[in-house]
Structures are given as C-alpha cells and as structure tokens.
C-alpha cells in the first residue's frame, strides 16, 4: 500500500504526529473549506434542501436526520502526494515545515475515504446515514483536485485519534532551517525512518527530493 502523506508546519501538533505515532480526528466544522460536506437533501413533495444553508430546517422534517449525531463526526486529511508546490505552500508553511509518510495500523477502524474531484453537489435522501455523510465528505470541487486526498472519517462519539501510525519518513520542506531539521532527527534516531529534503528538478518548477544523509548533532 503506498504511503499517506500528511503535511505540517514544524509545531507541536506535528512533533505529536511523530512522537507519539497518532493523528488527530478533527471537528468536521473545523474543515478550511466553506463547502466541506455540503449536500442537497429530499424534503417534503420532492423540495430540495441545501444541507449547509438549513440544518435547521432538516430537523424540524425529521428529528433523525443523522445515523450519527453531527458533533460526533470527525475526520483527519490526508495526500496519496509529497510533491506538489501548493500542498507544501498552504499546510507546510511555505516550505518550512515537513510532510509525514505513514502508513494505517492493521486494525484501521475509521473510514478512508477517497476524494472524487467533481463540482456538482450530490444529492441525498433523509434520513442520512454514515454511508451517506461519506459520500458527501468524498466530493470536492475540482479546484481542490492537486491535493490528491485520501480523509480518515470516524463518527464514533469520544474518538479524537487514529493511534499506532506507522510512520515510514520525513520529508523537510526547501526552507526548513538546519537547526529544526536536526532537532527532529534528534528526536526521532531511535526510530526507523528514512529522512529527505525537497529540491527541485534541473530547469523546472516541479518538485524532488534527496536524501538527508547527515545524523550529526553536536
């Protein structure tokens, strides 16, 4: 199975992704795209509901509208990519920051969900089941299409991590500083990760990457 990738400024949310070996399940709200999960739904005579626009309408036709409450789905994003330039610009801080390649624990118990790039909204009957809240977190418009996504989707009340990633390397983006590359192979010698560095290709825009073979600290 190829590598995820997951792309981060150099913080503590991502020395806890490397440390200790778990991704976060974020509130499904707290998504940067103001679309996320938007649907049209089937009302009343054969109405159609923008989901986003009247959540409260939706549940004065039906109470049950959810298999699982709302504040109970969480989600983490996923790249199948390292190196396209805009990832590594809007989620890794301009090329200051890493992207993780992991693999999934062999009990993976969340949803994977692979993006479909495609710009009509889908449309959807009530009540909504979690088949259903996937099918709309797996569209996406076509905008969006270089980040190549793969979303882990839990709707289990209380989950707030995937635990037990294997993370197999670290990639450092054009700009991250020596002292901050040293400081993650410091902290992560231990473990059995291969580490690169991003550069570019001779003549062009697009992206590669080379091995960082240096593990001297003092």
Known sequence: MPLLYKFRPIDLFALDILIRERLFLAPLGTLNDAHEALMFVEGPEGSIINYQG??????????????????????????????????????????RGIAIGLKLPPGFSSQRVEVEYNDKIPTLKLPLTNEDIQVALSRKSSDWS????????????????IEDVDIKEVIFGQRVSQDDVDLIMRVLANKSISFWRICNKPGQYLLDRSDVQSRKFD
């Open 54 to 95: 009247n959540p409260q309408r939706l549940s004065e036709i039906d109470p049950n509208m959810f298999e699982a409450l709302p504040s109970a789905i969480r989600i983490t994003c996923l790249s199948m990519t390292w190196s396209s330039n805009l990832l590594w610009g809007h989620y890794a801080d301009g090329q």
């Open 146 to 161: 270089v980040e190549k996504e793969v979303r882990l989707v839990s709707f289990k009340e209380g989950d707030r991590f």
